[in-house]
């Protein structure tokens, strides 16, 4: 699967703040874009599990901070990693202030207006409600990903694959250790969960 | 050091928004710093997911995680994708069980070692058949090889064998051409050349030593030496003064078997070698240094 998500916007973060942005994580560019996917992912979930909504609007907005005080060199900052968390931490308190004044948001976008329509045939094993929607930009995302990653992860979340034996041959097909393939496992996750995000987003619109 | 099961704990507080603030602030910290924990607390999310779109969490759990997760839009989505992701696994495995005829565990263990076992042999022929193919190609140029190298050698043959028969020839030649040469010698020898007959019979009953006559015109001495009763394949013959001053030897002369089993062994010498005087003829053979003596004949030359 290519670009799990679209980098920070030019019109957020320069192309130039972005380079010396990686720059600082890693003087190699690729694992300077490793560590980048790996902290981005880390700061979806902080914010996340705190109850912020737009996670990941939050954390390239944390990018975003980082980079500038980068450029702008009004600090020496030793430690980016370091710094980025400080800077997260701030802006998930901004946001839950910002949050606590606002109205819940409603549930699906589109789900209170699709009606069950005998013509259509009706899942078995799903709630016809949003989740066709779901399943079918599941199937679109899942086709982004190599067949390798694509039968792992599916493989993985199978019946057979859920269970300790399971997983336990399917690292030993992969010639990977379990810890390896949960990491596998729970990155391919994510990338779908993003993915799915993003084509509920668009075909909503 | 927190124990393994108090760090799941630990993760499932944290999960349902159960931890105080500072917990949740140290909590935090460990994760953010830790990639190890932060995978950790990644997978028992997905499993609490997987669990409650499943029906597997108790009705305590399920509450607590209705209450953390579904009112949150963005972890609700998350849920729906489990949903999605668990039924589309699912199907997947389904399909894949359809394909071949459904098997107990031990049947499936026992039908994967068959298609592993059948597959494996499939795989040997294949080997074997593709060696067999890769000898036969080997061979037949190992087989081509030799039959030019011997082609080869055959043309060399023939060659060889023309040289041979011109060498033949020519050698034909040469033979004839000595042959005659050697006739126009003897006829010349013969004219040229004194006999002289040594043996036992010659000097019994005689008080003289037998003489040599040499005319003026011999240019050789033609020594006849008998042995009696003698089988040696090669005789060694000297002559020397009766000062004992060797004039001539030869070994390995060829005896030439005449009547009762005696032996004849001819010597042509220069007849210069012989000046008015007396001379003895040795006549050794055998294998054993020294050799053995056999005959010595005492004669006295005499010019003309």
Known sequence: MTGPHSPLSKSDLTAAKFESLLLRLDTDRNQAGEKYE??????????????????????????????????????????????????AKRIRQEALRKDAKTVGLPDLPGADTMLADSRVPVDAQHELTGNQRHLKCLRRCIQHFSATDRQLLLAYHSPRGRRIEGRRRLAQENGITMIALRVRANRLRFKLEECIKRCLGSTAD | MIERADQKRLMVQYLFGELSAEERAGFEDSYLK??????????????????????????????KFERAFLTDPARRQNVETARSLLTYAAAEENALSRMSPPVSEKGRRSGIFRVWGIQVAAAAVVLVMAGGILWLVLSNRRLEKELAAFQRDQATATRDKQALQQQVAGLQSDLQQRDHAIQQMAQLHDRDTVSFNLGPGLIRGSNEMPTLVIPARASYVSLHVIIEHDSHPHYSLSVRTVEGDLLWRSDNLRGRSIADANKEIIATLPSRLFQKGDYVVRVSAGDEDPLQALAGYSFHAARR
Request: negative net charge.
């Open chain 2, 34 to 63: 830790d990639s190890d924990v932060f995978q950790e607390l990644v997978a028992l999310e997905n499993e609490l997911v997987d669990r409650y779109v499943l029906g597997e969490l108790s009705s305590v759990e399920q509450e």
């Open chain 1, 38 to 87: 790996e902290i981005r992912w880390k700061l979806v979930k902080f914010f996340q599990w705190s109850s912020c909504l737009e996670a990941e609007e939050l954390a390239d907005e944390t990018f975003n901070r980082v980079a500038e005080k980068l450029a702008s060199e009004e600090e020496g900052i030793k430690d980016v990693v370091a710094f980025a968390w400080g800077v």
